[in-house]
C-alpha cells in the first residue's frame, strides 16, 4: 500500500490564495492580476473594487505556533507590499491616477478563522 502524501505547502499556498480569489469575486472585485511580482517582492491578488486598485496579502496559517494569520503581516512586510505596489503602479502609468488601498485576507486553520482586513495598512509618507 503506498502512503498518502501531504500536499506541499506551495501546493496549499495556492489552493488557499484561488479560494480567496474566488470570494472575492463572488464580493464584487474584478481580478487584475494574480501573483505579481518584481525584484522588490511580490503582491498575492491585484483586484479592482469599484474605482479603487486593492493589493491584497493573503496569509494562511495551519496552526498557531508562531502566531496567527494576521500577526504574520509584521511592519516590515507591509513596507515590502507598499514597494511592490508603489512600483506597480508605476510601471503601469497609475501612480497618482486611481484611488488604492491594501487589504489581508487572514485564514487560520485552527481554530477555522477567516478575515478580511479592508484598509489594513496604509502609505505613510
Not at 474566488?22 to 517582492?41: A, P, R, V
Not at 496567527?68 to 510601471?91: F, G
Not at 486553520?109 to 495598512?121: E, L, S, T, Y
Amino acid at each position: 500500500m503506498l502512503a498518502q502524501s501531504q500536499p506541499s505547502a506551495r501546493q496549499i499556498g495556492r489552493f488557499v490564495e484561488q479560494n480567496v480569489c474566488d470570494y472575492l469575486l463572488q464580493q464584487g472585485l474584478k481580478l487584475i492580476t494574480q501573483n505579481y511580482s518584481c525584484e522588490l517582492g511580490e503582491i498575492d491578488l491585484i483586484m479592482q473594487d469599484q474605482d479603487t486598485r486593492v493589493f491584497i496579502e493573503v496569509r494562511y496559517r495551519g496552526h498557531g505556533e508562531h502566531g496567527n494569520a494576521l500577526e504574520s503581516v509584521t511592519y516590515k512586510k507591509q513596507r515590502k507590499i507598499i514597494r511592490t505596489a508603489h512600483y506597480y503602479l508605476l510601471e503601469n502609468n497609475l501612480l497618482d491616477q486611481i484611488p488604492c488601498r491594501f487589504d489581508v485576507i487572514a485564514w487560520d486553520k485552527n481554530p477555522a478563522k477567516i478575515q478580511w482586513i479592508k484598509d489594513a495598512f496604509w502609505v505613510k509618507y
